[in-house]
């Protein structure tokens, strides 16, 4: 198979759940024979930059969406089977290209529900994008719960492929009790900052540490700093420096998760984890314990933060659930052990179960790729390049947001 993947995030080096997701499935393909290439935005200031990682041809092009006729390019040169665009696309350019120079062989990999152009949580609802989904030969979720957001809000169903990026066991144990951080992950205001901040303020005899990530903000890392007992870890290239030194993880997220991954890497290393009920973080937790219910983000501002996330206004929220979950895993030792088994023990049995070939196969079921045929570019009315131009802007967010992943 010939296989053309379009997307918005760096992938040279690879950055983002989504990408390792993406790669976990295309890495194995390739290694079998088959031709696979990337075209997405570059990682620094090279304007085109052509590589090679584990016989994978990459194509980065500095601000992508604002070149996406080199998409057009790459696909009447390279003419794949299936022409395959993952969302982070936030201005669905690189969607609208695909649609329109590979008719009939779409495949849309649906990893961050705030980027499809669909459902209540888009930031950017397109109905002419969304029908592009809508109609293409095959969706792919990560999870169970997003096949049923997309079924709910776009109206087709999804193949369920979780992404086999957990690495290979043995997976090392790191729970401890009794000492070590309460660690959080992406400390902003989306992934729940404030709770953690708050639960910080109300143990103040306990180290908490949060690992920076593509939405902190100088605020939200001044913040950090003016808690006494809370630091700021330094970013890494391999998750588990940082999971080494926690004594458990909070996943506050106050925003609609797709799924929740380092929710099961901590679990997998036998790491309790005390999570928000939002979005597929349910699904990540495999009916573990220490769930707890918040009042979702329902609505951003129009404007930007410094990381060019919209604006989250988010609600109020109980501390006290949060309080008494984390003081039993503090002080009870029993409990703490209970469920470091139990999250670890269910992490194993759904890794157990991933096979990266499930993507190849499902690629196969969906038959032959139909015959080429050559799509003019099609000429923009007026109105068309008024919504390109607020797309190209909102394509800022997701350019910015990228490299940050």
């Not at 070590?180 to 639960?199: E, H, Q, S």
């Not at 605020?219 to 940082?242: C, F, G, K, T, W």
């Not at 759904?350 to 196969?364: P, Q, W």
């Amino acid at each position: 198979m010939r296989l053309l993947l379009a997307s918005n995030a760096s992938y040279d080096p690879p950055k983002g759940g989504s990408t390792r997701s993406n790669l976990a499935w295309l890495r194995p393909m390739a290694a079998r024979g088959h031709e696979i290439r990337v075209v997405c935005p570059t990682d620094g200031a090279a304007s085109n930059r052509e590589s090679t990682v584990d016989g994978i041809s990459i194509h980065g092009v500095r601000d992508l969406s604002f070149h996406h006729h080199i998409l057009a390019g790459e696909i009447r040169r390279f003419r794949p089977d299936w022409m395959i665009v993952s969302s982070e696309d936030l201005s669905h350019v690189l969607l609208n290209e695909a649609a329109h120079s590979a008719p009939d062989r779409l495949v849309y990999l649906a990893h961050t529900p705030q980027f499809f152009p669909f459902g209540p949580e888009s930031w950017n609802s397109v109905e002419a994008a969304a029908a592009h989904i809508r109609s293409a030969r095959a969706v792919v979720a990560i999870g169970t719960h997003m096949a049923g957001y997309i079924r709910q809000h776009l109206g087709r169903d999804a193949h369920v492929i979780h992404p086999p990026i957990y690495g290979t066991p043995p997976f090392n144990r790191f729970g401890r009790f009794g000492s070590g951080y309460v660690l959080m992950i992406n400390p902003c205001l989306v992934k729940g900052l404030p709770l953690f901040l708050d639960l910080a303020r109300a143990f103040p005899e306990v180290e908490f540490a949060a690992l920076n990530g593509w939405g902190t903000t100088s605020a939200d890392r001044e913040a950090i700093s003016r808690q006494p007992n809370a630091r700021l870890l330094r970013n890494v290239p391999d998750i588990e420096e940082v999971l080494a030194g926690a004594r458990l993880l909070l996943m506050p997220s106050l925003w609609y998760e797709g799924f929740g991954l380092i929710t099961m890497e901590a679990m997998l290393r036998g790491l309790p984890v005390i999570a928000s009920d939002s979005g597929g973080l349910m699904e990540a937790k495999q009916d573990t314990g220490y769930v707890i219910p918040v009042r979702p983000i329902e609505r951003y501002e129009r404007e930007f933060d410094e990381t060019h996330m919209p604006v989250a206004v988010a609600p109020s929220q109980d501390l006290e659930p949060w309080k008494g979950a984390l003081h039993t895993l503090l002080t009870d030792e029993r409990a703490y052990w209970a469920e470091a088994e139990i999250s670890r023990g269910a992490a194993l049995r759904f890794v157990e179960k991933l096979d990266a070939g499930d993507f190849e196969r499902m690629l196969e079921s969906l038959g032959p790729p139909p015959p080429w045929r050559d799509a003019e570019p099609a000429e923009p009315s007026a109105g068309d390049r008024r919504r390109k131009l607020d797309a190209a802007r909102r394509e800022l967010l997701r350019r910015k947001l990228s490299q940050r992943l």
